[in-house]
């Protein structure tokens, strides 16, 4: 007996019903880690049962989260240069990449606590946090940052410092496509403010022609 057919519209509804799922529960947990599932089916704007029928429960749900982010946090990491920019233009250009995606950086600290687990959101963002603490130690060498901190110690806190104004921001507290967080970021390093804002207006104009001519 020969398999039925699936039609291409089925298809294509069963994907757009999958992706609005987790944009509706990534937007919701983001500013709700209690979320329950019948609200993000609501905010979807599918039944209970389509929501079931991709992710059998939350943990499903919240592991489908995870590899989205772990996808977008990887591909903003790859697209770094190699070792030999500056360090002051490649922690812009790090900072000025994950900005876009910070929505998902986010959410993942976010259901640590009763989700993911430390070391699960810890193997998701090892790529970022490493790349991070290479261009930091490699600064810190070169005497651009400071160094009173190990490159990790303050690693960790320049992505407290990032979250938070990406916080302040989804709050309407203040507006930013990323560049004043990367000014931000290189002076709590150590990069003197009229620098770090000549540094990152001169990234932001590269990375806005390099996307104009893709």
Known sequence: MSKPVIREPLR?????????????????LGQNPDLTLEEIARAAGVVRRTLF???????????AL????????R?????????????ERALARFVLAIWPVGD???????????????ER???????ARAKATKI????????????????????????????????????GAWEDDGTRTAVATLVTAG???????????????ELRAEATDA
């Open 121 to 127: 959101v810890a193997e998701v963002l090892s790529p």
């Open 136 to 171: 930091l130690d490699r600064g810190q060498r070169q005497g651009v940052f400071h160094d009173y901190l190990p490159p990790a110690v303050l690693n960790a806190a320049l992505e407290a410092l990032i979250l938070s104004l990406l916080e302040s921001v989804n709050a």
């Open 75 to 87: 591909d903003a990491v790859a697209e770094q240069p190699d070792a030999a920019e500056a360090p």
């Open 191 to 205: 990069v003197p403010e009229q620098w770090a804002t000549d540094v990152v207006t001169a990234v932001a104009s």
């Open 12 to 28: 294509r509804n069963s994907r757009s019903n999958r992706a609005r799922i987790l944009t509706a529960a990534r937007q919701g």
């Open 53 to 63: 029928g991709h992710f059998p429960g939350r943990a499903a749900l919240v592991e």
């Open 104 to 118: 998902r950086y986010r959410l993942l600290l976010s259901l640590a606590r009763q989700d993911l687990g430390v």
């Open 66 to 73: 995870a590899e989205e982010a772990t996808e977008s946090l």
